[in-house]
C-alpha cells in the first residue's frame, strides 16, 4: 500500500506548484511588458492633436508596496463633441490643472503633452 508522507509532499509536489507559480509571474511580467510597448507604439504613431477642452475632473490612484507607495494622477478632459478623455499627468500638471479650467488640450494618442488655460 502506497501512502504519501508530509516529506513525500513536499519533495514531490512543492517543485512543481513553485514552477507553476514562477512560470505565472514570467507570464504577467511578459505580457505587461508587451501592452505597455503596443501602447508607446500606438502613441507615437498617433498625431498630435490639439483641441478645446474643459477640466471635467481629477483623480488619484494610490499604490502601496513592501517597500513603500507610489500615486498615479489621471485628469479627465471633455472636448468640444462631448467625449471625455482621461489622460495620466505627472504631479506637477496635477497640481497646477484646476476642475473647470477650459483651454488648449495637446495629446498623443493616450500620452498627455500639455494644457493652455485660456485667459478670462
Known amino acids: 500500500m502506497n501512502s504519501f508522507t508530509f ?38 504613431n498617433s498625431p498630435r492633436l490639439t483641441v478645446e477642452a474643459q477640466i471635467v475632473t481629477k483623480r488619484a490612484q494610490h499604490y502601496h508596496r513592501n517597500n513603500g507607495s507610489s500615486t498615479r494622477y489621471f485628469v479627465t478632459f471633455q472636448v468640444e463633441s462631448g467625449d471625455r478623455l482621461e489622460l495620466q499627468v505627472n504631479d506637477w500638471e496635477y497640481g497646477q490643472l484646476v476642475e473647470g479650467d477650459s483651454g488648449k488640450l495637446h495629446f498623443q494618442g493616450t500620452r498627455y503633452l500639455g494644457f493652455d488655460r485660456t485667459s478670462l
Open 7 to 44: 516529506t513525500d509532499i513536499f519533495t514531490n509536489i512543492f517543485p512543481f506548484l513553485f514552477m507553476l507559480v514562477f512560470i505565472f509571474f514570467i507570464i504577467v511580467f511578459v505580457y505587461s511588458m508587451v501592452k505597455g510597448l503596443s501602447q508607446m507604439r500606438k502613441n507615437n
